[in-house]
């Protein structure tokens, strides 16, 4: 694990979150989601002053914010404008204000936790968001309804994919493994090609092996 690596890993611990299942990386950038941020400031109990919006036009918004975490203070800038920064596609709706406010909460929050700089919130970026596993693209056609038979099978491939996966996270024996693995380019494209209910458990499934070898460790928490 690289210097990086276990500073994102050790910051995370200290809120209850592993590394693995929560940041990838988009041409060796650490991305972590944005949901993952909203419970980690929760945590934190990150308290957020009122935004100020600096430009409020119809295609772009921005948003100052923020953040207080007990005696700490910090601010930053969210901004989304359509068509440069916040793509938008086919008939769905463009919240320019809601985007920006969560870019500027995503900022202060790593600054808070001081992984600023380290790891990039998934919203940072529409080429962030496209290389997250499980992304589809909206402006592909969604495909035909298969037969049933070929649904019976579908499932029963991601069943074996899921089984296959789960028996190599068991068999890691550190917490060190359990991250390289989860991280790595083939798990993180076997998790994009699955069903996102099948991700989760395998997640979980990883989180709960972190915890049975030791995670977090006492230097982390």
């Known amino acids: 694990m690289n210097t990086t690596d276990k ?4 910051v995370l611990a200290k809120f209850g979150e592993p590394m693995a299942g929560n940041v990838w990386r988009v041409q060796g950038t650490a991305v972590i989601y944005h949901k993952t941020l909203e419970r980690i400031a929760a945590q934190a109990k990150v308290v957020f002053d009122e935004p100020k919006i600096i430009r409020a036009e119809r295609d772009e918004a921005v948003i100052q914010v923020t953040g207080r975490m007990g005696d700490r203070v910090e601010w930053s800038i969210g901004e989304a404008l359509i ?5 938008v596609s086919g008939k769905q709706a463009a919240y320019v204000y809601a985007m920006a406010e969560k870019r500027a909460k995503d900022r202060v929050i790593l600054k808070l936790i001081e992984l600023h700089g380290y790891v990039y919130s998934e919203e940072e970026a529409d080429e962030f968001k496209q290389g997250r596993p499980g992304y589809a693209d909206p402006h592909v056609e969604l495909e035909k309804t298969e037969p049933q038979k070929g649904k019976v099978e579908a499932a029963a491939a991601d069943a074996k994919v899921e089984d296959d996966l ?3 996270i068991k068999k890691a024996k550190t917490i060190n493994a ?8 083939d798990t ?16 979980d499934f990883a989180k709960a092996r972190l915890v049975e070898l030791g995670w977090p460790t ?3 928490a």
């Open 7 to 10: 500073k994102i890993s050790e």
């Open 178 to 185: 359990v991250t390289d693995l989860m991280l790595h380019a």
């Open 166 to 168: 789960k028996a190599k």
């Open 218 to 220: 006492k230097k982390a």
């Open 83 to 87: 068509g440069v920064n916040y793509r």
């Open 188 to 203: 993180q494209k076997t998790l994009a090609d699955l069903p996102e209910g099948i991700r989760d458990e395998i997640r």
